[in-house]
Antibody, heavy 117, light 107 residues
Framework: VQLVESGGGLVQPGKSLKLSCSASGFTFSSYGMHWIRQAPGKGLDWVAYISSSSGTVYADAVKGRFTISRDNAKNTLYLQLNSLKSEDTAIYYC????????????WGQGVMVTVSS | DIQMTQSPSFLSASVGDRVTINCKASQNINRYLNWYQQKLGEAPKLLIYNANSLQTGIPSRFSGSGSGTDFTLTISSLQPEDVATYFCLQHNSWPYTFGAGTKLELK
């Protein structure tokens, strides 16, 4: 299992960013996927989940601002981040959802998003 | 949302020590509790799933116990490579929630 995130960077408050997570080593279309973030020096914060059938769940802190999606033909997971706030500054990890119970089992190395003017 | 209270926040122990870390859920989560290890600068790694099942490839010195609201991660004999921060995660209901973490250092 390999997960590689990309698309992070420095962005101004109120702007948008789209993260990608390229998956390999497993049948991507059969698994749910998570985004989880970690603010600098802080703990882990679950952000969003998309099932294999593209049902979605979001944390209250990002609901209405972030959108999780997937492209099974490209084996890629996405997170669209809109109306960004300084408190969204974090490392964003994608993680595979375990096949039967969906908990995060394998994680990518993460991508840094910094929201600052 | 289910709150996960993890203790202690910081732990200093010697090589060979038995180490225990605790997580308490604000409501019954059955056995839907995982433990992750995060070394400095790395992504988290799954150690224990469903309270007491050892993930493939994880050394047997790691074990988990508990059900309902109270859970424990035990390292039976601490090794230098176990220096890391440990997090619990409840996956009983959405939104999934993590404990705040326990930073484990060598004495």
């Amino acid at each position: 299992v390999q997960l590689v995130e990309s698309g992070g960077g420095l962005v101004q408050p109120g702007k948008s960013l789209k993260l990608s997570c390229s998956a390999s080593g497993f049948t991507f279309s059969s698994y749910g996927m998570h985004w989880i973030r970690q603010a600098p020096g802080k703990g882990l914060d679950w952000v969003a989940y998309i099932s294999s059938s593209s049902g979605t769940v979001y944390a209250d802190a990002v609901k209405g601002r972030f959108t999780i999606s997937r492209d099974n033909a490209k084996n890629t997971l996405y997170l669209q981040l809109n109306s960004l706030k300084s408190e969204d500054t974090a490392i964003y990890y994608c993680a595979r959802g375990e096949y039967t119970t969906d908990y995060p089992d394998y994680w990518g190395q993460g991508v840094m998003v910094t929201v600052s003017s | 949302d289910i709150q996960m209270t993890q203790s202690p926040s910081f732990l200093s122990a010697s090589v060979g020590d038995r180490v225990t870390i605790n997580c308490k859920a604000s409501q019954n989560i059955n056995r839907y509790l995982n433990w992750y290890q995060q070394k400095l600068g790395e992504a988290p790694k799954l150690l224990i799933y469903n309270a007491n099942s050892l993930q493939t490839g994880i050394p047997s010195r790691f074990s988990g116990s508990g059900s309902g609201t109270d859970f424990t991660l035990t390292i039976s004999s601490l090794q230098p490579e176990d220096v890391a921060t440990y997090f619990c995660l409840q996956h009983n209901s959405w939104p999934y929630t993590f404990g705040a973490g326990t930073k484990l250092e060598l004495k």
